[in-house]
């Protein structure tokens, strides 16, 4: 059953289009994660659902009913933000009573419910101190309960995690996900952070522009990007791009030409509408990119600069006159993800590989034109 749907939702600042025909149902129980630049709208369309913005045209269910016009109070969703807004003169008991108390509910209830959601966030300890006696996962976690003891229909989080430290992230990370298994209520999370939305989402939904680019499982998304802005967006380090032309088109199979490697013929193509001597541009993720190994195709690189992580290298090389886009260093840069510990200097050339089968192809206007990929964890 859908808990939440968005049916051509559209939102105009005074000068600004900010959502546009924003499509999109989610399931009860999904916990749906919103990811996209900055300025890409992902507040503005949490902040519709929640009520906290008006939208200039469209239509919002929340579990069946039209909520469009309703006041925030009258939704059945509970936000939780950035900046946990906590009442600074108020106990957490009292925090996370807050919302019961002004629906003038009975003190027995509101006291179950606080108890209740204090154990399932593990703050029992906590209930009589002030918000500024606590840690910062600790006040994260108030506002968490502040949500849980009106018993939402939907959770909504604008980016709850972001002002903790990287222990603490991972851990409320983990805990976030136990709850949303433990309560099963729909949950949509916005986020920079892509470790969140692919750990977290049961789908993720890529805004740009004000847009939905492509909505997906993290591993669909990942594996399969409808088009060259989600295959950049998603995966850190990004996907490398090579600039290339069309040379012959033939039925589903395309030869490209990419300064610095030898002819590709690529099969399965979508060769509609394109034509010999467009611009095409080849992905490929760091990860399948290979140094120092036999493979179909490849290319030599100056190395630049190296990452050691421990669990992995990263290398940044130089591969004129391969000419690269969009790199993560902004400079015409290869960049290959090796498993463990590999011993690579600055400066010394390296010859980096590559199989076909792990190339994408994207078309003069971004579009993915090379077959799906089967799933894999990688
Ligand atoms: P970030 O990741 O930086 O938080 P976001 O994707 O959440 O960004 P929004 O806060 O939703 O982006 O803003 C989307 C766009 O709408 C931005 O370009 C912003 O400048 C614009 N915007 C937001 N609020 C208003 C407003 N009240 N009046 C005019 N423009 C606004």
Redesign the pocket.
């Known amino acids: 059953m859908s808990s939440v749907i968005l049916e051509n939702i559209e939102k105009h ?4 289009h ?1 959502l546009k025909g924003i499509n999109l149902s989610i399931d009860k129980g999904e916990f749906i994660v919103m990811v ?12 519709t659902i929640a009520g906290l ?1 008006t939208v200039t045209s469209g239509k919002l269910m929340i579990s069946g009913r039209d909520v469009t016009g309703e006041e925030p109070g009258n939704r059945g969703i509970a936000m939780v933000f950035q900046s946990y807004a906590l009442y600074p003169h108020m106990t957490v008991a009292e925090n996370m009573g807050f919302g019961l108390r002004m629906a003038k509910r009975p003190k027995t209830e509101i006291d179950t419910a606080v108890r209740r959601a204090a154990e399932i966030l593990r703050i029992t300890e906590q209930l009589d101190k002030l918000p500024k006696q606590l840690s910062g996962g600790q006040r994260q976690r108030v506002a968490i309960g502040r949500a849980i003891t009106r018993s939402p229909e939907v959770f909504l989080f604008d ?1 709850p995690l972001s002002n903790l430290d990287a222990a603490l992230r991972t851990q409320m990370r983990v805990e976030l996900s136990t709850l949303h298994a433990r309560l099963g209520s729909t949950m949509i999370y ?1 986020t ?1 952070d892509q470790v969140e939305a692919m750990t977290m989402a049961t789908r993720i939904v890529v ?1 740009n522009k ?1 847009r939905i680019e492509q909505v997906g499982s993290p591993l669909e998304l990942y594996t399969n990007p409808k088009n060259i802005f989600v295959a950049g967006f998603l995966g850190a380090p990004r996907m490398n791009f090579f600039q290339g032309k069309i040379t012959a088109t033939l039925a589903d199979t395309v030869t490209l030409s990419v300064d610095g490697l030898p002819q590709l013929t690529l099969d399965g193509v979508i060769t509609d509408g394109l034509e010999v001597g467009d611009v095409a541009t080849l992905g490929i993720r760091p990860e399948r990119l290979v140094h120092n190994q036999v493979s179909s195709i490849s290319f030599d690189a100056r190395v630049r600069l190296v990452e050691h992580l421990g669990r992995e290298t990263v290398l940044y090389a130089d591969a004129t006159p391969l000419k690269t886009t969009g790199s993560d260093t902004g400079t015409q840069n290869v960049t290959v993800q090796m498993a463990g510990i590999e011993p690579l200097r600055t400066d010394e050339t390296v010859r980096i590989g590559f199989a076909l089968a792990d190339t994408y192809l994207f078309g003069p206007d971004g579009r993915t034109l090379t077959p799906p990929k089967p799933l894999k964890a990688n």
């Open positions: 600042y005074t000068g600004f900010a996209g630049p900055s300025g890409c709208g992902k507040s503005t369309l949490l902040k913005e980016e916005v920079h805004l004000g």
